[in-house]
């Protein structure tokens, strides 16, 4: 059974950080592409960043240069740096596994507010 569960998210002041983890049970991140997606309040969910079971990594333009994507092996576990917060990064943020389908974490909240 596949299960993917993120955790890290929290409350932060604007230009503060956060790291999410993406762990995974039933999936292996090291042989397939996994991506981080938010949603905010009324948007839909977009894609934030990427990363190949190379370790090709690609990121939205809006959050280039403060985000970075990340993988380790050993722990089955991805991560998602997340430096220089925003009011607007304010969001539930998922993980996604790309396998023979798409499989999705439960989200975990990220709050960026003075």
């Known amino acids: 059974q596949v299960q993917l569960v993120e955790s890290g998210g929290g409350l932060v002041q604007p230009g503060g950080s956060l790291r999410l983890s993406c762990t995974g049970s039933g999936v292996i991140f090291a042989i397939s592409a996994t991506s981080w997606y938010r949603q905010a309040p009324g948007k839909q969910r977009e894609l934030v960043a990427h990363i190949t079971a190379g370790s090709s990594t690609t990121y939205a333009d809006s959050v280039k240069g403060r985000f970075t994507i990340s993988r380790d092996n050993a722990k089955n576990t991805v991560y998602l740096q997340m430096n220089s917060l925003k009011p607007e990064d304010t969001a539930v943020y998922y993980c996604?596994?790309?396998?023979?389908?798409?499989?999705w974490g439960q989200g975990t909240q990220v709050t960026v507010s003075s």
């Open positions: 996604k596994y790309s396998g023979y389908i798409d499989f």
